[in-house]
């Protein structure tokens, strides 16, 4: 198998402690879930890393794969400059997927790059599997404003050029759920916020991915969710295989939801692909 692992993490800047400066642990579930995630990364000695990233530039019609042989990035936009990621990019894993992509018709690849620096939704996962692994390389896509089933059907080139290349390979789904937890959260309650988030959590930590695309524009647009292309993306990675879900946490302290599940390959699956 080419895909062991796969992790669907938040990406909240004020969990890096430079940043949170004593406000992270307020989210300490969060911070213990993030370490055992990093650590079962760790475990699979992945050749490559795939991050999928909202924050990652993004097109309505186009997804954008970060090109080049490295990149790094820093958190000075919070506060905490002295604070650097950087990794070397997978360009043989690039090329595959971006041909896969093409011949699928899917409209990605490496053109329209309109800054080079890493966002916080790569830079924050990276910080903790940085901790227990650095022998990768990175993958980093972004989301689009087409369907969710082009964002699945992308995750179906990840796994093909994965499998192509023979490359030990570990994807990590950044996204936070809802910003619409609390009235006095950054973007205020809307019901369907914890609606979101109950539901989307059920989905993740049984691994029902086939019911990620039965959300609907409009109800994740109310629930002001930002991963959920992340997941689904993710989800088509892993089809074809068994996989072992576990939910580590939930929280929604801040008023935005911050849920952590790992995915573990354990084999072929006998269904079909969704």
């Known amino acids: 198998m080419a895909i062991s692992a796969a992790c669907m993490l938040p990406h909240p800047p004020l969990i890096i402690p430079q ?11 969060t911070i213990d879930a993030y370490h055992e995630a990093a650590r079962l990364i760790a475990e699979h000695q992945p050749q490559t890393i795939v991050v999928i990233s909202p ?5 309505a019609d186009y997804f954008h794969i970060s090109p080049g042989r490295a990149a790094r ?3 000075g936009q919070f506060r905490a400059g ?21 011949e ?5 690849g490496t053109d329209g790059q309109q800054n080079a620096r890493f966002d916080h939704g790569t830079m ?19 989301l689009s404003g087409l369907a969710l089933r082009s964002h699945y059907e992308l995750g179906r080139c990840i796994k093909a050029a994965a499998e192509e290349l023979d490359r030990k390979t570990v994807v990590i789904a950044s996204g936070d759920l809802s910003h619409r937890l609390k009235a006095d959260g950054p973007y205020g309650y809307q019901e369907e916020g ?3 988030d109950r539901r989307v959590m059920d989905v993740m930590g049984s691994a029902d991915f086939a019911k990620l695309l039965q959300f609907s524009d409009d109800f994740c647009g109310k629930a002001g969710e930002c991963g959920h292309r992340s997941f689904t993306m993710m989800a088509g990675a892993l ?21 952590i599940c790992t995915y573990e390959v354990a084999g072929e699956a006998d269904d079909e692909r969704v």
């Open 19 to 29: 940043v949170g400066r004593g406000e992270e642990k307020k989210i300490q579930k």
């Open 55 to 59: 924050h990652q530039v993004m097109y």
């Open 73 to 75: 990035g820093d958190f």
């Open 82 to 102: 002295q604070v650097m990621i950087e990794a070397s990019y997978d360009m043989e894993f690039v090329a595959k997927l971006c041909r896969l992509a093409d």
């Open 104 to 108: 699928k018709s899917l409209p990605a």
């Open 124 to 142: 924050v996962p990276l910080y903790f599997v940085n901790q227990y692994w650095r022998e990768y390389r990175l993958v980093r896509i972004g």
């Open 194 to 196: 914890p609606a979101y």
């Open 239 to 259: 089809e074809g295989w068994k996989v072992q879900a576990k939910r580590l946490s939930y929280e929604g302290t801040f008023g935005v939801g911050y849920g």
